[in-house]
């Protein structure tokens, strides 16, 4: 099937660029991982490794909004929806071997000040996961402004707590954060 | 002078792994871009990058442990310092035309599962900014348990804000971190 192999070489991008950064991953190992021919690569991503970055950005983007909005709409109090998701993430960080956690943090860094159309993907990327959590403090009485805000100490907190996590080997970080998050939604509920 | 030689091996360094990560900094980039003949690279670093890097991360954490204390000494209630060091941070990231700011992430993040003594060098750096912000906090009236806390909150969440304000190449995201950890320590004050 064309549409797999596609998926195939996504998916082999979104994972060497996690664990390597954008600069370090080249188009010979993703060949080489993905299985598949040199030939497919070209035909589906004609313009090379920046236009393969940008869809496997877009492909995490995608994947981590339905993370997010899975654990956000299966428990309705927006606080303890934020617990449960920071709970959840701090698990799944210990069970990869702190070796997953922050799939774009890599290619952000890297790209931030060489390469603007990357930056702006993974731009658009931390955007979108903070308007799924602004809008769920919303439906707990935040106005839309405080709840933007709390939505980038959100995406902010968790983004740094991944890197102490496996830096620490340990989800002592994201449950710290976890819980003092929780004290700062409760102190500023407005609802 | 040798010392000066050794200073400006190791500070070329720490400038082009935070620009591009670990894995992406070769021996002879450094050595160019230092001006430095290889002999005296050599007579540093017999072990070569690997302890280059270390040294590269502990001279980068003094530095930035200097910052923090210069911030907090100077400034005596806890949340107003840390209100302080978070402006004129986002002052600097702005500067740099968000090229700075997260000087050892990416050593951090590549280093997490490839090199312990490295992970462990990046750790201790993370724990020794914590510390101090924790102590500080502990002047106004917390807990050490609850001060610890609030500190990895701080940390993970200015490590993440500086990747969102280069991404988005705006201030604002360090900004609205501020804004919101400042609500947290005067709804949780104790003191």
Redesign the interface.
Known sequence: MMSTKRDQIIETTCQLME???Y??TGLNQILAESGAPKGSLYYYFPKGKEELAIAAVEHTSRAIQGNINSVLTAVPEPAAAIKTFLTILAEKVAES???AG?PI??I??????TNETL?ET??DA??SWQDIFAQKLQTGGYSAAHA???A??L???????I??S????SP??LQ??A???D??LK??HSG
Request: overall charge positive; glycine content about 8%; charged content about 20%.
């Open positions: 664990m390597q950064g600069h370090a071997g702190y070796q922050g943090t890599a952000a860094l890297e790209s931030a000040s930056r993974c731009h931390y955007q933007a805000r709390l980038t100490l995406i902010a907190a968790i983004e740094g707590a890197i102490l496996r830096s620490a080997r002592r970080p710290d954060v819980q003092e998050i004290l700062l102190c500023t």
